[in-house]
């Protein structure tokens, strides 16, 4: 927790480490990601940015460094409510957990992936980033050609199990910059949804 006196808002950080994208289920966290917090349409964005107007541009992604990876959901919320955003991202984190996406809302994010992957590849910058980012992680060609494919192969089922294993709320680090007595008042929101079933 570190202390800005009479800040408006939390900037709020949780994540854990997380794939390597040599390993095999790496394209499926990507994609389980997408859905929880990593596009516009995400679920947590939905939730505390949508529903609830907690903060305005809210995001989860899945940060590479040669051999390790970490994920993390950042968002800048109003002070009142981070206790609620944490309990309402903890709250997303198991409901997909234990409920599977439908087949129509996967196969957006699938969608919005493939897209995404396919803009980056259309200029000779992305495509030499692309083989940068091959070259760092020590990845083979099937990387690139076998991605779309890949995507689309994952499943609800998948993600559910993705985001069981991968995604554990009560093993995340949770850093939070704010007005430190505010936040003492809201913490035990974050010890609460640690234990939410």
Same mark, same amino acid.
């Given at each position: 927790?570190?202390?800005?006196?009479?800040?408006?808002?939390?900037?709020? =950080?949780?994540?854990?480490?997380?794939?390597?994208?040599?390993?095999? $289920?790496?394209?499926?966290?990507?994609?389980?990601?997408?859905?929880?917090g990593g596009s516009f349409?995400?679920?947590?964005?939905?939730?505390?940015?949508?529903?609830?107007?907690?903060? +305005?541009?809210?995001?989860?992604?899945?940060?590479?460094?040669?051999?390790?990876?970490?994920?993390?959901?950042?968002?800048d919320v109003t002070s009142?409510?981070?206790?609620? /955003?944490?309990?309402?991202?903890?709250?997303?984190?198991?409901?997909? #957990?234990?409920?599977?996406? /439908?087949?129509?809302?996967?196969?957006?994010? #699938?969608?919005?992936?493939?897209?995404?992957?396919?803009?980056?590849?259309? !200029?000779?910058?992305?495509?030499?980033?692309?083989?940068?980012? =091959?070259?760092?992680?020590g990845l083979d060609d099937?990387?690139?050609? $076998?991605?779309?494919?890949?995507? +689309?192969?994952?499943?609800?089922?998948?993600?559910? #199990?993705? !985001? !069981?294993?991968?995604?554990? +709320?009560?093993? =995340? !680090?949770?850093?939070?910059?704010?007005?430190?007595?505010?936040?003492?008042? #809201?913490?035990?929101?974050?010890?609460?949804?640690?234990?939410?079933?």
């Amino acid at each position: 927790m570190i202390d800005r006196p009479n800040a408006p808002q939390t900037t709020v =950080m949780l994540g854990l480490p997380t794939l390597k994208p040599n390993d095999a $289920d790496y394209v499926a966290l990507q994609v389980a990601n997408s859905l929880l917090g990593g596009s516009f349409g995400s679920r947590i964005t939905s939730n505390i940015r949508e529903d609830k107007g907690y903060t +305005y541009s809210p995001f989860s992604t899945i940060q590479t460094r040669k051999g390790v990876a970490v994920w993390y959901e950042q968002a800048d919320v109003t002070s009142e409510h981070t206790g609620a /955003s944490l309990r309402e991202i903890s709250k997303e984190i198991k409901r997909l #957990q234990t409920e599977p996406p /439908s087949k129509e809302e996967l196969q957006g994010i #699938q969608n919005y992936m493939a897209g995404i992957f396919v803009l980056q590849n259309s !200029t000779p910058g992305g495509i030499i980033s692309q083989l940068n980012f =091959m070259d760092i992680q020590g990845l083979d060609d099937s990387y690139l050609t $076998d991605r779309v494919k890949n995507i +689309y192969a994952v499943t609800p089922e998948k993600v559910s #199990q993705i !985001t !069981t294993d991968h995604f554990k +709320y009560e093993d =995340m !680090t949770l850093v939070l910059v704010g007005d430190k007595k505010l936040l003492e008042q #809201q913490i035990k929101a974050h010890e609460e949804a640690k234990k939410l079933k």
